[in-house]
């Protein structure tokens, strides 16, 4: 059973909506990453932190997605105007480090734009 | 950029057969990168399965087992003897351990099916 808490589960938004999914990482784990797994199973890597700080994160040159991991707060990420092609499943996973380590993943968020 | 690739997406078994599920790689890093098998079962997240750090070494979890093989950078996943219960879909994966690139990489899937 996952220990990283996603929430919500499913969401469903219309074109233009905004769309916020948020992630309790594991006690003690201080990375954090957000995946997007698309309908073909592929993964794409979005952002990750370390506390609150980002490490790495895809270009969004969109400029539709954002994310942070605050203290004492949960993780979240946020589609600003969601489009048909972001109707996909969002991963969040921690990790006790950052480099090499295993990830521990929640359920996921299902996000379905009509 | 690195890459880990599953030939196939799905595999279907009869019970107490043997399987093997195939996972090559590519990793620009200088080293070797640290290798895993995840797992999805039905309704459930996706979870460590096993992880080899060490290039030639052998893992193993629940009857599963994949050697890491630097030669011919691959990590197949290996079962003697599957069970209807381990039917789910297996993602290998890839993580550095230099060079600051912390996002692991992820192949699309084998979704692994278990006739009685």
């Known amino acids: 059973n996952s220990k990283v808490i996603q929430t919500p589960r499913y969401l469903v938004k219309g074109q233009g909506q905004k769309a916020k999914m948020r992630c309790i990482p594991e006690k003690g784990h201080p990375v954090v990453f957000w995946y997007q797994q698309n309908k073909n199973n592929e993964f794409k890597f979005l952002i990750n932190?370390?506390?609150?700080?980002?490490?790495?994160q895809i270009d969004m040159t969109e400029k539709r997605f954002s994310a942070e991991c605050p203290s004492n707060s949960p993780c979240s990420l946020e589609i600003q105007s969601s489009e048909a092609g972001d109707s996909a499943l969002y991963l969040c996973?921690?990790?006790?480090?950052?480099?090499?380590?295993?990830?521990?993943f929640g359920e996921g968020s299902r996000l379905i734009v009509v | 950029g690195d890459s880990v690739t599953q030939t196939e997406g799905q595999v279907t078994v009869s019970e107490s057969k043997s399987l093997i599920i195939n996972c090559t790689y590519s990793a620009t890093s200088i080293g070797y990168p640290n290798l895993f098998w995840y797992v999805r079962y039905p309704g459930e997240g996706l979870q460590l399965l096993l992880k080899?750090?060490?290039?030639?070494q052998k893992g193993s979890s629940r009857g599963f087992e994949a050697t890491y093989n630097k030669e011919a950078t691959s990590f197949h996943l290996q079962k003697a003897s599957v069970q209807e219960s381990d039917s789910a879909v297996y993602y290998c994966a890839l993580s550095l351990t230099s060079g600051g690139n912390y996002k692991p990489t992820f192949g699309k899937g084998t979704s692994l099916v278990v006739h009685p």
């Open positions: 932190f370390q506390n609150q700080e980002v490490l790495q």
């Open positions: 996973a921690s990790s006790p480090s950052g480099s090499g380590n295993t990830l521990y």
């Open positions: 080899v750090i060490t290039a030639g």
